[in-house]
């Protein structure tokens, strides 16, 4: 019940099991690769390419970052929070010239004053994260993504907690690059990065003045090799394209299903499920007697970020539900990482099925560790909501 890597679905995981497949055969490319890439625009709602490449959230981030910016670019960062701060760091690396808007940790976004920042900087990208893993916070990236359209900007947007488990518009937001990885809502495997690409960011890259410095990791070079002409790309239609990197066979047959399964629950099903799940988990937590971290108008539905009760360790939380219930939950980070626990809903883990034994352990562990509550109380609450539902 950590907010990921999550549970994987058992198809995903027989996906696995199968010999060596050549990357560059048509059989895997054609058979296997393209299929799955189309079907997930439908997941991203995007009508752009989504490039799958080795990796994980953070090659994503840093993909993105390398092929739109060059040294001295202004780049507004939203941070909110320890990926915010990773988003920052990442665009250190890449030389941008950087300002940080900083958001209080679990607290609302400012939206009149970084509009009023935007328009201060005119920077060339306005970075966000969708949903704070660390702090357990959705924050608003309809309006974000409005912000960086009035000032000109790209928009940059990490969804690694969010795809698949709770809206993410890319198309309808304004979405230039939308970076996440596989081993979240997605419920496929950690070892896969994945980035939409909108016509405005391919133009930025065009532009460029200096090629990106990373090989592996230039999207530009993944259009010129990779995506056919029809959509956008370099490669003429039904000509022999080449991998910019070799694609990792037996996560993309597992990524392959998993997004099968996604298409066939539905995404407005899925986000559902994922808001009941943290629902009953918020209402069973508060009836224990405990708080969420953040403001109420964030919660997020695939991560919640719990206080702590006072004179109760966050890590002997989580080390005594492990080894006495067989349950997983994740302490905060950085500078909550000794003040909360956080407990994530994603992908098959948003269900009644997890979050009530989650509860009871919770429960039982914070009995032993000499926090009491009303017996059954948090599985009662969550169990209303389920049944509400
Ligand atoms: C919001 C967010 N961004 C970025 C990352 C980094 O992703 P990865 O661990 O897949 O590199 C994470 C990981 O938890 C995350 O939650």
């Not at 940790?105 to 009023?116: I, N, S, T, Y």
């Not at 994922?274 to 919660?299: C, I, N």
Request: aromatic share 6%.
């Amino acid at each position: 019940m950590i907010p990921g890597p999550t549970e994987l679905p058992p198809p995903v995981i027989q996906a696995l099991n199968r010999p060596a497949a050549i990357q560059y055969d048509d059989s895997f490319d054609l058979g296997m690769l393209e299929p799955t890439m189309l079907a997930l625009r439908d997941v991203f709602q995007t009508r752009n390419e989504v490039l799958l490449m080795p990796g994980s959230g953070r090659t994503a981030l840093e993909a993105g970052a390398t092929s739109v910016i060059e040294p001295g670019d202004r780049v507004l960062v939203v941070g909110a929070g320890q990926f915010g701060a990773l988003m920052r760091d990442i665009m250190n690396r890449v030389g941008a010239a950087w300002t940080e808007f900083n958001v209080e940790l679990g607290q609302p976004l400012d939206l009149k004053a970084l509009a009023a920042e935007a328009e201060r900087l005119r920077p060339k990208a306005i970075t966000l994260v969708h949903n704070e893993t660390s702090t357990g916070t959705t924050y608003p990236a309809a309006q974000v993504g409005e912000i960086a359209r009035r000032v000109g900007a790209l928009f940059m947007l990490d969804t690694v907690s969010a795809i698949a488990g709770i809206d993410v518009r890319t198309d309808e937001w304004g979405v230039d690059l939308n970076m996440t990885g596989s081993q979240k809502c997605l419920a496929a495997p950690l070892g896969l990065a994945l980035v939409s690409v909108s016509a405005r960011a391919w133009e930025v890259m065009e532009r460029r003045t200096q090629p990106a410095r990373s090989w592996s990791y230039d999207l530009l070079r993944w259009r010129e090799h990779w995506i056919p002409e029809s959509r956008g790309g370099k490669v003429k239609d039904g000509a022999p394209r080449r991998q910019p990197v070799s694609i990792p066979t037996h996560l993309t047959a597992a990524m392959q299903v998993a997004v099968r399964l996604i298409l066939e629950e539905g995404l407005r099903q899925r986000f559902r499920r994922h808001e009941v799940a943290a629902s009953a988990l918020r209402a069973g937590v508060q009836a224990m007697g405990l708080e969420l971290f953040p403001d109420a108008s964030l919660w997020s539905n695939t991560v919640s970020c719990i206080v702590a009760p006072k004179n109760v360790e966050p890590p002997a939380v989580v080390t005594r539900m492990r080894d006495q219930y067989g349950i997983l939950i994740g302490t905060g980070l950085d500078k909550i990482r000794t003040t909360t626990l956080r407990i994530g809903t994603m992908g098959i883990t948003a269900s009644p099925l997890y979050v009530m034994p989650t509860l009871s352990a919770l429960e039982l562990t914070l009995r032993d560790l000499g926090y009491k509550s009303e017996p059954g109380a948090g599985l009662t609450a969550a169990q209303r909501v389920f049944a509400d539902a």
